[in-house]
């Protein structure tokens, strides 16, 4: 099993940063792909980010590319996400998985494990 628990959310005005973390513990972390997904009040959970084992690959959404940076640090079991230029369309609750695999999907499907979320708020 796989424990994760994500931290650093809050409120941030628009054009601010905010840096989650995602600390696991449980399944060897080094050898799991780790996704970040949020979820917006009345819509689906969605794809933000994803990193893979070793942290030589990362893949993001659109909406996110360029203002959003994923990375991992292996000895600390630690998962983070770098928001910046953050906009109010940005507010979500944030939630890490982990995946069974190397695989770094793109859907919720691809991973068994989640953490308990952390909101962010953007304000406008």
């Known amino acids: 099993q796989v424990q994760l628990v994500e931290s650093g959310g809050g409120l941030a005005q628009a054009g601010g940063s905010l840096r989650l973390s995602c600390a696991a513990s449980?399944?060897?972390?080094?050898?799991?792909?780790i996704g970040w997904f949020r979820q917006a009040p009345g819509k689906e959970r969605a794809f933000v980010a994803a990193?893979?084992?070793?942290?030589?690959?990362?893949y993001y959404a659109d909406s996110v590319k360029g203002r959003f940076t994923i990375s991992r640090d292996n000895p600390k079991n630690t998962v983070y996400l770098q928001m910046n230029s953050l906009k109010p369309e940005d507010t979500a609750v944030y939630y890490c998985a982990a995946a069974p695999s190397p695989i770094m999907a793109v859907t919720t499907r691809g991973y068994d494990y989640w953490g308990q979320g952390t909101q962010v708020t953007v304000s406008s």
């Open positions: 990193i893979s084992r070793s942290g030589g690959s990362t």
């Open positions: 449980g399944r060897a972390f080094s050898s799991t792909a």
